[in-house]
């Protein structure tokens, strides 16, 4: 495996959920009444998002030699090879499948479910850290 890679990617990942806790601090209406933080948050969960799926994939094709052909697929072969626990996976799957939401079809995002669903996301970005870190070393 590529250490520098890996490290690289769970950097962006740490930097990227560092700017969002920092603009969470802020109330649902006020950033609700702030548009361009909200878009930030979006953009910070897509940069997360890919990293997250970027890791997995090369995990899985440096140790495990195995190729996957999408963000779903990343995940059902990292589940299969036991990459991360069920219950991680579970919960960093509806992140890809918001990320995918935010790239594709980035106007039926209700901002309220988003930032209720990124609250709940923080421990769960940095858990994936320490369990990358756990497999690198």
């Given at each position: 495996m590529d250490k520098e890679r890996l490290d690289t990617y769970l950097l962006?990942?740490?930097?990227?959920?560092?700017?969002?806790?920092?603009?969470?601090?802020n109330s649902d209406e006020y950033l609700l009444a702030s548009p361009h933080l909200i878009k930030s948050c979006k953009y910070s969960l897509i940069v997360i998002s890919e990293a997250i799926a970027n890791t997995l994939q090369h995990?899985?094709?440096k140790k495990f030699h195995t190729a996957v052909s999408g963000y779903t697929e990343v995940f059902i072969k990292a589940k299969n090879f036991k990459l991360l626990s069920n219950e991680m996976i579970e919960r960093l799957?509806?992140?890809?499948?918001?990320?995918n939401m935010l790239v594709?079809?980035?106007?039926?995002?209700?901002?309220?479910?988003?930032?209720n669903n990124l609250r709940a996301g923080i421990p769960d970005?940095?858990?994936f850290i320490n369990d990358i870190s756990k497999i690198m070393e």
């Open positions: 962006a990942i740490a930097l990227e959920t560092a700017a969002i806790v920092d603009v969470l601090k995990i899985l094709a799957q509806p992140f890809i499948r918001f990320r594709h079809q980035y106007w039926r995002i209700d901002d309220i479910v988003f930032l970005f940095k858990g």
